[in-house]
């Protein structure tokens, strides 16, 4: 049983650009969470997706993004990149919303230059 | 509002010997309380939980935690640390009604030989 897969492991953007992250979450599970964490810092919370629609969000600009499909994977899309952008992004996945209990992905190392 | 507090940011215990992590929270009510780790290039694993009842909670890897109303506090302790131990340590919180997390900043676990 495969756990929580992020793609891809690493990224490298420039300034202004847009990007795409992607998660698959563990089968059977129907939430996933996005968070970031800045070097040295715990993961930030940046949104939830639960049927397709984003249920709860923390304190993050529109630039950021999210899509979630009907297989339950989910997008992470970040427009107009900062430098300030550069973190490790983690998907996190559970199975309903009062399980409490996440799983998290790898995460994607992004580098923003 | 909401925040969790681990005011050791790097600790060096030897091989052998007892850990303690600490852990403080500020919060309106009784939170989810969570402890994960995090090994270099790894997402977070979960270490143990606390929603209610004995406060005193057994988790992974031979960890435990307790919490403490009057204090705030959700301290991680361990009897005898092992090389492998060595990692980040994040305290966490939720709310009892979503998923949204709080992390603290982290504490990283060397392990002397």
């Known amino acids: 049983d495969a756990g929580v897969t992020q793609s891809p492991t690493h990224l490298i953007k420039t300034r202004g650009q847009q990007v795409t992250l992607r998660c698959s979450p563990k089968?059977?599970?129907?939430?996933v969470s996005w968070y970031q964490q800045a070097l040295g810092q715990g993961p930030q919370f940046i949104f939830q997706?639960?049927?397709?629609?984003?249920?709860q969000r923390g304190n993050f600009p529109d630039r950021f993004s999210g899509h979630q499909f009907p297989n339950y994977s989910s997008e992470l899309n970040v427009n107009a990149l900062l430098l300030g952008d550069s973190a490790l992004y983690l998907c996190?996945?559970?199975?309903?919303?009062?399980?409490?209990?996440?799983?998290f992905g790898s995460g994607t190392q992004l580098s923003v230059l | 509002a909401q925040s969790v507090t681990q005011p050791d940011i790097h600790i060096t215990v030897s091989e052998g010997a007892s850990l303690e992590l600490r852990c403080n929270y500020s919060?309106?009510?009784?939170?989810?309380l969570f402890w994960y780790v995090q090994s270099p290039g790894q997402g977070l694993q979960l270490l143990l939980k606390?929603?209610?009842?004995?406060?005193l909670v057994q988790g992974i890897k031979g960890f435990e935690a307790e919490f403490k109303r009057s204090q705030s506090s959700f301290n991680l302790r361990k009897p005898s640390v092992h090389w492998s131990d060595a990692a980040e340590y994040f305290c966490?919180?939720?709310?009892?009604?979503?998923?949204?997390?709080?992390f603290g900043s982290g504490t990283r676990l060397s392990i002397r030989p």
């Open positions: 996190a996945s559970s199975l309903d919303r009062a399980d409490e209990k996440l799983f």
């Open positions: 997706y639960y049927e397709e629609e984003e249920r």
């Open positions: 606390y929603f209610s009842g004995d406060t």
């Open positions: 919060y309106g009510a009784t939170p989810y």
């Open positions: 089968s059977g599970h129907d939430t």
């Open positions: 966490a919180v939720a709310p009892r009604e979503a998923s949204k997390i709080i």
